[in-house]
């Protein structure tokens, strides 16, 4: 069974503070992926990575980055979080094109105050 | 950008009866998703479909490229099917977020004993 781990299910924040999302895979996937999700908006994706070292923006990507210095591990890291920012973060993994099935993480609901 | 649009937003019936969730998009794809995400966020992929029509167990997903449209369908309702299903495609070529899928705003089913 492909996993895919995020390090906090539950996350509260203070405003300013830099914040890391862990998510881990375990399937050997290229593509790893970061959306967040809200009410009335639905799921959208922040950033995206192909490789190791490889990064690519998503549909919103403002106010966050990313790292991937493993295969298997890809960051999310708010430099300096905002209230805005509280949100329900997904994380994805899935093998590379044509057509590849993503498999999503647990979640983080992080709450920044 | 493609416009992923679901219907209906909330859908509430009884047990045994049969489910039909509707997902219209804008642009051409080259695979639509169906997922499933129960409350506490973990997400489910239950369908990944580029033509026709698939089936498993009492689901069955749809899709008319044609026309741009997909439909899930549950059969014999029960309330363990009570979940948000979430619509998904992955856009031809640039556009889509590359890899990354653009997502409907999911539909809240709610299947009452």
């Known amino acids: 069974d492909v996993k895919v781990t995020q390090s906090s299910r539950y996350l509260v924040k203070r405003t300013g503070e830099k914040v890391f999302l862990e998510c881990v895979q375990d399937m050997d996937h290229e593509n790893m992926f970061w959306y967040r999700q809200d009410p009335g908006l639905g799921l959208r994706l922040i950033y995206f990575s192909y490789d190791v070292k490889m990064k690519e923006k998503g549909d919103i990507p403002e106010g966050y980055s990313v790292s991937r210095e493993k295969k298997e591990r890809f960051s999310l890291i708010l430099e300096s979080a905002s209230t805005n920012q509280t949100s329900m973060y997904l994380c994805?993994?899935?093998?590379?094109?044509?057509?590849?099935?993503?498999?999503f993480g647990p979640g983080t609901r992080l709450t920044v105050t | 950008k493609n416009e992923v649009e679901q219907s209906p937003q909330n859908l509430t019936a009884q047990e045994g009866e049969f489910i039909t969730i509707n997902c219209s998009y804008s642009v051409g794809i080259s695979a639509l998703h169906w997922l499933q995400q129960h409350p506490g966020g973990g997400i489910v992929s239950l369908f990944m479909l580029s033509s026709g029509k698939k089936k498993h167990g009492r689901l069955i997903a749809t899709i008319n490229i044609q026309e741009k449209h997909s439909s899930l369908h549950i059969t014999a309702s029960h309330p363990r099917d009570s979940a948000v299903y979430i619509c998904?495609?992955?856009?031809?070529?640039?556009?889509?977020?590359?890899?990354?899928?653009?997502f409907g705003k999911g539909t809240h089913l709610i299947i009452q004993p």
């Open positions: 994805a993994s899935s093998f590379a094109r044509p057509t590849p099935e993503q498999y």
């Open positions: 998904a495609v992955r856009s031809l070529g640039p556009g889509g977020g590359a890899d990354g899928l653009t």
